[in-house]
């Protein structure tokens, strides 16, 4: 089943918001998990594990949420986080 953006959206930004250690940061399309949570991309690993089971998706493993690698590796924001996670929703859905 395809997810739609607004519930990845809503699963990620839950996500985040337990993980985040500064209650005084507010979590929204532009935060960047990475500069604005103080997390490093081996935080990714366990944030797609988590978006796996919260969305009922498979996040190859070569994939990291947090970066992009290609062209040239930086950092996702939300909003980016959750184009990817509907666009691997997507796919895997047509592959059924």
């Known amino acids: 089943?395809?997810?739609?953006?607004?519930?990845?959206?809503?699963?990620?930004i839950e996500a985040l918001e337990e993980i985040n250690e500064n209650?005084?940061?507010i979590i929204d399309l532009n935060t960047n998990?990475?500069?604005?949570?103080?997390?490093?991309s081996g935080h990714g690993i366990p944030f797609a594990c988590e978006m796996e089971t919260r969305l009922s998706i498979e996040i190859?493993?070569?994939?990291n949420?947090?970066?992009e690698d290609k062209p040239i590796p930086r950092?996702?924001?939300?909003?980016?986080i959750?184009?990817?996670l509907v666009a691997?929703?997507?796919?895997?859905e047509e592959e059924k």
């Open 1 to 12: 089943m395809t997810i739609s953006k607004e519930e990845a959206l809503k699963q990620i």
């Open 23 to 25: 209650e005084d940061v």
């Open 33 to 40: 998990p990475i500069e604005t949570l103080e997390l490093d």
């Open 60 to 63: 190859p493993d070569e994939v």
């Open 65 to 67: 949420p947090f970066v």
């Open 75 to 80: 950092a996702r924001t939300v909003n980016e």
């Open 82 to 84: 959750a184009d990817l």
């Open 88 to 92: 691997l929703s997507e796919n895997q």
